[in-house]
Nanobody
Framework: QVQLVESGGGLVQPGGSLRLSCAASGSIFSIYDMDWYRQAPGKQRELVAAITSSGTTNYADSVKGRFTISRDNAKNTVYLQMNSLKPEDTAVYYC??????????????WGQGTQVTVAS
């Protein structure tokens, strides 16, 4: 059993910043990639940023230069620093982890989502 819990969402004005956190807990042996996705109303879920266990990162074009993904492997936690936020960044943000459990089963685990609203 593995749980991902996100935090840090909220309401922010355009141009503002937020930092999302996602902590994984439970029967974890190791975690490979950790990602942030988002889903806006009426739109499909999209990949925002990804980070490998060694720290290699990848970003959607729409957030490059504004968002930074990082992770603390000792804490099984991934972060998303979001700067220069725009109204079009408004969405529910989900984290995902590619987990190997102590049973050695490998699967994707998702958080419950955290709302980010960018409005004046």
């Amino acid at each position: 059993q593995v749980q991902l819990v996100e935090s840090g969402g909220g309401l922010v004005q355009p141009g503002g910043s937020l930092r999302l956190s996602c902590a994984a807990s439970g029967s974890i042996f190791s975690i490979y990639d950790m990602d942030w996705y988002r889903q806006a109303p009426g739109k499909q879920r999209e990949l925002v940023a990804a980070i490998t266990s060694s720290g290699t990162t990848n970003y959607a074009d729409s957030v490059k230069g504004r968002f930074t993904i990082s992770r603390d492997n000792a804490k099984n936690t991934v972060y998303l620093q979001m700067n220069s936020l725009k109204p079009e960044d408004t969405a529910v943000y989900y984290c995902r982890a590619d987990v190997v459990a102590t049973s050695r089963a490998r699967f994707s685990s998702w958080g419950q989502g955290t709302q980010v609203t960018v409005a004046s």
